[in-house]
Nanobody
Framework: QVQLVESGGGLMQAGGSLRLSCLVS????????LGWYRQAPGKQREVVAV??????IYADSVKGRFTISRDNAKNTVYLQMNSLKPEDTAVYSCAANYFLTTYWGQGTQVTVSS
């Protein structure tokens, strides 16, 4: 069992920045796929930025604006979001694939006003 707890969401004006954090209950060195997803109202969940065994994946819509990083000692993964746009408004969730099971955090709301 893996627990993930996100923090750092909130309300921000367009052009601003936010940093999301995801604290994982197990050593993230043992997790092959770990990263961030988002779901906007009325839309399907989509990948934002994910560490995989083969590298890092970013959604085209966030490339150059968002950066995923990790602190293995703290079992934490971060999402630095810069130059925020209203279309970035969504619930952002952290997920980890651990022994063929995907675990999700509860999500954190990010709202970007124009």
């Amino acid at each position: 069992q893996v627990q993930l707890v996100e923090s750092g969401g909130g309300l921000m004006q367009a052009g601003g920045s936010l940093r999301l954090s995801c604290l994982v209950s197990k050593s993230i060195l043992t997790i092959t796929t770990l990263g961030w997803y988002r779901q906007a109202p009325g839309k399907q969940r989509e990948v934002v930025a994910v560490f995989t065994g083969g590298g890092t994946i970013y959604a085209d819509s966030v490339k150059g604006r968002f950066t995923i990083s990790r602190d293995n000692a703290k079992n934490t993964v971060y999402l630095q979001m810069n130059s925020l746009k209203p279309e970035d408004t969504a619930v952002y969730s952290c997920a980890a694939n651990y022994f063929l099971t995907t675990y999700w955090g509860q999500g954190t709301q990010v709202t970007v006003s124009s």
